[in-house]
């Protein structure tokens, strides 16, 4: 049975940092794409990031680029997402997810994950 388990999150002032942890069991990451997204009140789930199983990263556009960075830490089975200059708009709860394929991109598409974690709250105070 795959799990994925989020931490990390909580209530940080604008400008500062947080590191977010996805521990998986029952599924090797190494062999997969992972994907953090993200969902804040009144909208829909977002993506944020995504790791390759070659590394190889992407980010959505604008909103997280520049201050957030996914990496992985294969002998522990777990992805980050480093967060820096935390805005309020980044106010959410953060999912990660982990990709249906070993062959998957990853990316934005939510078709392209089949686990998914049950979210960390980010609170980001002006």
């Not at 989020?6 to 069991?25: D, H």
């Not at 556009?61 to 990496?71: H, L, Q």
């Not at 830490?73 to 777990?78: E, G």
């Not at 392209?112 to 960390?120: A, K, L, M, R, S």
Request: glycine content about 10%; overall charge positive; proline content about 2%.
């Amino acid at each position: 049975q795959v799990q994925l388990v989020e931490s990390g999150g909580g209530l940080v002032q604008a400008g500062g940092s947080l590191r977010l942890s996805c521990a998986a069991s029952g599924r090797t990451i190494s062999n997969y794409a992972m994907g953090w997204f993200r969902q804040a009140p009144g909208k829909e789930r977002e993506f944020v990031a995504s790791i390759r199983r070659n590394d190889i990263t992407t980010y959505a556009s604008n909103s997280v680029k520049d201050r957030f960075f996914i990496s992985r830490h294969n002998s522990k089975n777990t992805v980050y997402l480093q967060m820096f200059s935390l805005k309020p708009g980044d106010t959410a709860v953060y999912y990660c997810a982990l990709s249906r394929t070993s062959s998957s991109y990853g990316g934005a598409a939510e078709s392209e994950y089949d686990y998914w974690g049950q979210g960390t709250q980010v609170t980001v105070s002006s």
